[in-house]
């Protein structure tokens, strides 16, 4: 075989691994989303992909600007935290100590940018 080939099978080989990884992070346990916790310790893989995550929306975190029609919070489990950004309507339910799930990308500056989030039976009545 050629070095070519062998370097395409080995490629082939890593990118149906992250891809099983990805997918496999995505039906663990029938969940429809990832824990806080889950998610950050395994951020690097999902980088920049669509992910879900639930949590509760920390106490003391929600901030809304209404110059630019944005609302940042925190997202939180009983390890770890994650910074939310979301430009749109946010439900009347929404306050802290809320269970939330948020649907997103992963940002280079260690925010989750929300397309749209819910609460954990609202989001799965949606899913399937």
Not at 14 to 42: C, M, N, P, R
Not at 76 to 94: H, M, Q, S
Not at 107 to 115: C, G, H, R
Request: net charge neutral; charged share 25%; aromatic share 8%.
């Amino acid at each position: 075989m050629s070095r070519k080939r062998i370097r395409l099978i080995i490629m082939s080989v890593v990118a149906i691994g992250v891809a099983y990884l990805g997918y496999s992070l995505f039906i663990h346990s029938g969940d429809d989303f990832l824990t806080v916790s889950e998610f950050k310790s395994q951020v690097t893989p999902l980088a920049d992909q669509s992910v879900r995550v639930g949590g509760k929306i920390a106490t003391g975190s929600i901030n809304w600007d209404n110059r630019e029609q944005v609302i940042r919070f925190v997202l939180a489990d009983d390890k770890e935290r994650l910074n939310i950004t979301y430009k749109g309507v946010v439900p009347d339910d929404f306050k802290p100590g809320a269970d939330l799930v948020v649907e997103g990308r992963y940002l280079s500056d260690n925010t989750l940018e929300a397309s749209s989030f819910g609460t954990p039976r609202s989001i799965c009545n949606v899913c399937h």
